[in-house]
């Protein structure tokens, strides 16, 4: 599974679940935390934001700084069969005004995915 969490300087943050073909968001902010219905992607869109996880190679990158002026984003991916039966777990953080391609187009097919199930524009 992947967690996606934009956190922006505002202190307002997007999560997103994806784990298999299901994908859940919620919104938070200082006043309230919005959680959208699960929702599973059909074949095609499943494949899609798998390849892009994969393009991210979370496993290989650094681990990154938490960017608290700008904000960052957090991803943490659990890949099932590391050792002793567990998940191996690789944690990243991305500031926010990095150019990471591979961040942008996730991301950008993430918001996607969020405004055509539930007709909210997010902004993370």
Known sequence: SLDFVSNRPEGDSWEIRVRGSALSASYSSEEEIKRLPPVNLDRMQTEKVWRLIDELELSTRKKGKKDE????????????????????????????????????????????????????????
């Open 69 to 124: 002026d700008d904000g960052f984003v957090t991803l943490v991916l659990r890949e099932p069969g590391g050792e002793d039966g567990k998940s191996d777990i690789h944690t990243v953080y991305i500031s926010r005004t990095s150019e990471d391609e591979a961040l942008e187009e996730l991301a950008l097919y993430l918001q996607d995915l969020i405004k055509r199930y539930h007709k909210v524009e997010p902004e993370f």
